[in-house]
């Protein structure tokens, strides 16, 4: 089958529609569902000699509807990132940003740690965990 075969492009744009149907069917599930966690913002970690970095992808997150918690090495970072206003009543054609509750458990390496810093920067969150 050559690139510019109908065929090889046809089931590709199938494939995607496919996705998209099922990330919508989800979405449409649990914005019905009870309050729980919808969605895991992806995380970046880092350590330094006196602290670990953590960096969590929270793009149009409210500073005030997120919630941090270090306990017994687990960082848990949960929250809710509200459907924009703009997007009630409006015919979707692709909803690819999650929506709704999300909650993130990261497990820390061994050590005990104390949160110095939180700061919610360019769509992301900043956590400073200082090394005790």
């Given at each position: ?8 492009w ?6 995607e ?5 099922e990330?919508l069917?989800r979405?449409f ?9 919808r969605?895991?913002?992806?995380v970046?970690?880092m350590?330094?000699?006196?602290a670990l970095?953590?960096?969590?992808a929270?793009p ?7 919630e941090v918690?270090l ?5 848990l970072?949960?929250?809710h990132?509200?459907?924009?206003a ?12 999650p929506?709704?509750?999300?909650q ?8 005990r ?17 200082e090394?005790r």
């Amino acid at each position: 089958m050559s690139a510019r075969d109908p065929r090889r492009w046809m089931w590709a744009e199938a494939c995607e529609l496919l996705d998209q149907a099922e990330r919508l069917q989800r979405q449409f599930f649990e914005l019905s569902a009870a309050p729980r966690a919808r969605w895991r913002p992806p995380v970046d970690v880092m350590e330094t000699e006196q602290a670990l970095i953590v960096l969590a992808a929270l793009p149009g997150v409210p500073a005030d509807r997120i919630e941090v918690l270090l306990e017994q090495g687990v960082l848990l970072i949960s929250g809710h990132r509200p459907l924009p206003a703009e997007l009630r009543g409006a015919a979707l054609h692709r909803l690819e940003l999650p929506h709704g509750r999300f909650q993130r458990a990261i497990e820390l390496p061994a050590g005990r740690f104390r949160l110095r810093r939180q700061e919610l920067r360019d769509g992301c969150l900043v956590l400073e965990l200082e090394k005790r």
